[in-house]
């Protein structure tokens, strides 16, 4: 097993320990650090033994500082912006990239514009509040910030258009494999595919640099309205239903989360193509039994973790793993939470957007 600590002999924290890894060396001084990475890779052996399997880890990317593994890509691509001398930044997010774009953004004195839909998450919007970026909401809210990046020369760190985002997430594969070193599979909850491409090309980076290993099975596992890479894999495509039901329960959303279509999805057909994974299409109904399973044994995570899981349980009944990880990207959020809405602007428009920004840019 490579040790990373070895080759980056100052032991920086976070996903700075695997510095010299990533494609733009991004200097010490700019390289901003809020404790994201390094989050545990939980074994639960009570749940092992349910499943049938010798060795199950959960990644616990829910336990970030930000609460989810956006915080690795933000982290890294702020850092490159801060470096690159970049006053201001804009995302449309559906919460947690918003969450870690407002929290990095202020660690590096950078002004963040962030735009959500209607519909976003309270809970999540209570979150980025607590950075106070500029927020604003819009039915529109990726064009205008397509927008907003163009006209106003400032970084659009969306995952699905900016290609740095991969690099931040890299390090879970590191960190996976530094801890228990090779694993058969990967389960992981998939929407815009940045994540699921930076995990891979995290193993392969490893593995070119250590010969005769071999880089686990790549699974996509998708629900609700995100079934873009699943379907492809669907035997049955009719089972693929539930866009649009009135009926959904919680985790059901845990597909409303992204985008059911991604500009990436050539990219990880690719990865599963040649790692012998598969696009996993899980119903709410599978959802719940994995999140059963989970609180029986004390372990609580977001619908996407709960969402991974379930992909596993599905696959494994069909192929035998002795040792899987499950990436849990985000944490359980509260429900009830209450937003201020005196601190959220609004806009629909190029015109109502330049009032806003013209007041804070830097």
Sequence with gaps: MLDFLFKNPKKQGGIWKYADFYAE????????????????????????????????????????????????????????????????????????????????????????????????????????????????KSKRAIRLANYVAAKYTMPNLRPSLDDDSIEGFKSIAFEITDEVGDVDAVFTFVTSGSSFIGMYRGFEKYFAMEKNRKIPKMYAVQSGEIFSIAEEFDENRDNINSINNPNEDEESRAGRLGVKNTARKKEVLDIIKKTGGRGVYVSAEEITE????????????????????????????????????????????????RVDETKIYSAENFKEVDEIVKNYIR
């Design 25 to 136: 060396k991004i200097g010490e001084k700019d390289r901003l650090i809020l404790g994201d990475g390094n989050t545990p890779l939980e074994e639960n052996r009570s749940i092992n033994n349910i499943l049938g399997i010798e060795h199950l880890y959960f990644k616990r990317e829910d336990k970030n500082e930000c609460g989810s593994l956006k915080g690795r890509s933000l982290a890294y691509q702020i850092s490159l912006a801060k470096e690159r001398g970049f006053k201001n930044i804009t995302i449309s997010t559906s919460g947690n990239a918003g969450i870690a774009t407002a929290a990095y953004a202020r660690k590096a004195n950078m002004r963040a514009f962030i735009f959500i839909s209607p519909d976003t998450d309270e809970a999540k919007v209570a979150d980025i509040q607590k950075y106070n970026p500029i927020t604003i």
């Design 290 to 337: 994995a999140r059963n399973i989970l609180e029986s044994k004390g372990v609580q995570t977001s619908p996407e973790g709960c969402a991974s899981l379930a992909g596993f349980i599905k696959t494994q009944d069909k192929e035998k793993f002795e040792k899987a990880a499950c990436i849990f990207s985000g944490k359980l959020r509260k429900t009830g939470v």
